[in-house]
Every structure is written in structure tokens, then in C-alpha cells.
Nanobody, 115 residues
């Protein structure tokens, strides 16, 4: 069974930075593309960005130039580096993967950006 567990969420001031981590298990990690999503109160879950098995990344327009994604295949981790955070980045952030035809999600980690 695939398990994903996010960590690193916190409360920060606008302009601050956070690094979220996602630990994965139960799959051949190096063969899985990984994604980061977020869900703000009252809004639908949206894709933040993703990283492929060859480490290529793509991002939502709202975070381009501010967020980066990386992966550590040895330790089966994926990271979301968030810089220049804005209040509108406040959300629960989820790690996601698709493995053998199924979608898997972590429980999420809360990021709050407020002065």
C-alpha cells in the first residue's frame, strides 16, 4: 500500500519561505511522478506543481518563479520549496502520486501566510 506523509507546514509572514517534505513508501518511488496540490478554505483542490521521474517540473502560473520542487529518490522524498509567500498561498498542501492506476494522497500539512 502506498503511503504519503507531508511535513513542514507552518505559519509565516508574507514574503517568508517554507520547505514542505513528503515521505513516500509502498511503491517504486523512482518510477513515480509526484505532485503537490493545495486546498484553501472554501475552494477546490488545485495543482501547485509536479515533478516527473526525470526530475522535470511544471507549476501553476500562480506560483511560477516562487516555488520549486525537487526529489530525492534514494530517501523517497519530494520537496516543495516555497519562497516569497503570499497570503493567498494559505492552504492545506497535499502530496500526490498515481501508482498502478490509483491516486494516492497524504493527509496534508497546513500553511498559513499572515502578518
Amino acid at each position: 500500500q502506498v503511503h504519503l506523509l507531508e511535513s513542514g507546514g507552518d505559519s509565516v509572514q508574507p514574503g517568508g519561505s517554507l520547505r514542505l517534505s513528503c515521505a513516500a513508501s509502498g511503491m517504486n518511488f523512482r518510477l513515480a511522478a509526484m505532485g503537490w496540490y493545495r486546498q484553501a478554505p472554501g475552494k477546490q483542490r488545485e495543482l501547485v506543481g509536479s515533478i516527473s521521474t526525470n526530475h522535470s517540473t511544471n507549476f501553476a502560473d500562480s506560483v511560477k518563479g516562487r516555488f520549486t520542487i525537487s526529489r530525492d529518490n534514494i530517501n523517497r522524498m519530494v520537496f516543495l520549496q516555497m519562497n516569497s509567500l503570499k497570503p493567498e498561498d494559505t492552504a492545506v498542501y497535499f502530496c500526490n502520486t498515481a501508482w498502478r492506476g490509483r491516486q494516492f494522497w497524504g493527509p496534508g500539512t497546513q500553511v498559513t501566510v499572515s502578518s
